[in-house]
T-cell receptor, first 115, second 114 residues
Framework: GAGVSQSPSNKVTEKGKDVELRCDPISGHTALYWYRQRLGQGLEFLIYFQGNSAPDKSGLPSDRFSAERTGESVSTLTIQRTQQEDSAVYLC?????????????FGEGSRLTVL | DQQVKQNSPSLSVQEGRISILNCDYTNSMFDYFLWYKKYPAEGPTFLISISSIKDKNEDGRFTVFLNKSAKHLSLHIVPSQPGDSAVYFCAASSNSNSGYALNFGKGTSLLVTP
């Protein structure tokens, strides 16, 4: 497809389990972002990748969260030992560059529910 | 702390009338502002933006106004249509952010009634 693709669209897990969320950015987009939206909240920045540069992890809420990206392709967000407060929609976005246009293209999100 | 604030969680407007969505920000370093629109079960989509060197940007039915002294911006939709019913997020960025990562408000849910 032409848009940002995320999987799974829905994930229900038990507290303490690990989860992995996947993002396929738009082809050619060098910048990739992960955000999350908890219920009633705005979009919260988590992590940013730009090409082969070291990612900016300043938004990750704890060391249980990590993300990887291979080159300018797929990214995975991993949450270890999930907690109930991790329940949220995790949104991936990509853009052509890290430039100033600000226009990010979002996927439909992965809804995570931690029981 | 919430640097971008949308204090109205919801707004209801009649079809054909003007919708005004408001947004306030606290970080004076922000110099680029955007509005995103989000339908249920979909990701946000870009709607309109404005640079801090301008005070108005218009695109069809959508106009964004920026008042830097008040750290306030607003989105005007005229005339409003039922298809405009969605959640609208205000976002801001600055060149001090990582890759111009956007700071988002909590969103305003707009309902346009026929």
């Amino acid at each position: 497809g032409a848009g940002v693709s995320q999987s799974p669209s829905n994930k229900v897990t038990e507290k303490g389990k690990d989860v992995e969320l996947r993002c396929d950015p738009i082809s050619g987009h060098t910048a990739l972002y992960w955000y999350r939206q908890r219920l009633g909240q705005g979009l919260e920045f988590l992590i940013y990748f730009q090409g082969n540069s070291a990612p900016d992890k300043s938004g990750l809420p704890s060391d249980r969260f990590s993300a990887e990206r291979t080159g300018e392709s797929v990214s995975t967000l991993t949450i270890q030992r999930t907690q109930q407060e991790d329940s949220a929609v995790y949104l991936c976005a990509s853009s052509f560059t890290s430039g100033y246009s600000g226009e990010l293209f979002f996927g439909e999100g992965s809804r995570l529910t931690v029981l | 702390d919430q640097q971008v604030k949308q204090n109205s969680p919801s707004l209801s407007v009649q079809e054909g009338r003007i919708s005004i969505l408001n947004c306030d920000y606290t970080n004076s370093m922000f110099d680029y502002f955007l509005w995103y629109k989000k339908y249920p079960a979909e990701g946000p989509t870009f709607l309109i933006s404005i640079s801090s060197i301008k005070d108005k940007n218009e695109d069809g039915r959508f106009t964004v106004f920026l008042n830097k002294s008040a750290k306030h911006l607003s989105l005007h939709i005229v005339p409003s249509q039922p298809g405009d019913s969605a959640v609208y997020f205000c976002a801001a960025s600055s060149n001090s952010n990582s890759g111009y990562a956007l700071n988002f408000g909590k969103g305003t849910s707009l309902l346009v009634t026929p």
